[in-house]
């Protein structure tokens, strides 16, 4: 029981890094970017390139997997997404579905179809009671995943950069009235979505297995943490993130794993019937 409920934790820590990426640049932009997770797979992948294909350290490949995946993200954002601004948001929400078809052909073209693992020393586990209970690993995924969302907090609340985010994310005309230089803090949400979704991929290519299909899997996730959470609330996103990847763990014991899947569309039903603007939604806001 114990390693399982872990189990769900450190997936509920993987999916809350994508889940808050995806929600930054719903905010700021304005439309799904269904896209954004196949750069978990292009991060997992990438790692994989230059861990077993290059022969790198697996640290050091992780974090060029990071930063190549980050550059990839707002290289995407430069050339297909911003020359979109002033369209209805479905438009640009389309061209990501595009894009993320084309993401997951290149992935197949140049990796196949196959699973791949990263090379990385064998971990020991922390056992009570004779029983094994969690990795190091996976006690590093939780402990990033905490760092990560402390290093987020203190920038959005206490930074000016962060500040100035919020306020355009909330109303982009007035910002830029008051001299906020919101093409800067666009680079900036791009970089730190990407980048944080390339660090899910790269955690993920570290305790578990990459596949090119991983994408499609994680955007459903992804989508139902963020309706769960309330699109709008960064703080409950986080929140509903971490509840899906425990629900989806916790219902394994009683359940096959294939299905749990409907045991997290099953809770998004009934928080919709419930609650349609999310358990933890914030004040309404413009959205383009």
Not at 99 to 115: D, K, P, R, S
Not at 190 to 200: E, F, G, I, N
Not at 280 to 288: H, I, W
Request: net charge positive.
């Amino acid at each position: 029981m114990l390693a399982v409920l872990v189990a769900g934790l450190v997936s509920g820590a993987v999916l809350l890094l994508a889940t808050v990426g995806f929600e930054l640049v719903r905010r700021v932009e304005g439309f799904l970017n269904i896209a954004l997770p196949q750069l978990i797979v292009l991060s997992g992948f990438s790692a994989y390139g230059f861990n077993v294909l290059l022969g790198f350290h697996w640290i050091v490949s992780c974090l060029a997997a990071i930063a190549v995946t980050t550059v990839a993200g707002v290289v995407s954002a430069r050339l297909i997404f911003w020359p979109m601004r002033g369209r209805p948001h479905y438009i640009p929400m389309i061209a990501s579905v595009g894009l993320a078809f084309f993401i997951h052909a290149m992935i197949e073209v140049f990796t196949g179809y196959g699973v791949k693992t990263l090379d990385v020393p064998l971990q020991e586990t922390f056992r009570i009671g004779g029983i094994a209970v969690a990795g190091i690993d996976q006690v590093a995924v939780i402990v990033i995943a905490a760092l990560v969302v402390m290093a987020l907090h203190f920038w959005l609340s206490k930074s000016y950069s962060g500040r100035a985010l919020r306020a355009m994310a909330n109303n982009q005309a007035l910002a830029q009235i008051r001299g906020v230089n919101t093409t800067y803090l666009q680079y900036i949400t791009w970089a730190v979505a990407s980048a944080l979704t390339a660090l899910a991929g790269t955690l993920i290519a570290l305790t578990a297995r990459i596949y090119p299909e991983l994408g499609w899997d994680q955007v459903l996730i992804i989508s139902a943490a963020a309706i769960i959470g309330g699109l709008g609330s960064i703080y409950g996103v986080m929140l509903a993130a971490v509840l899906v990847g425990l629900t989806s763990s916790l219902a394994t014991l009683v359940i096959p794993s294939e299905y749990t899947q409907m045991v997290v569309f099953a809770v998004i039903a009934l928080v919709v019937f419930i609650r349609p603007e999310g358990l933890f939604s914030g004040p309404k806001e413009r959205v383009a």
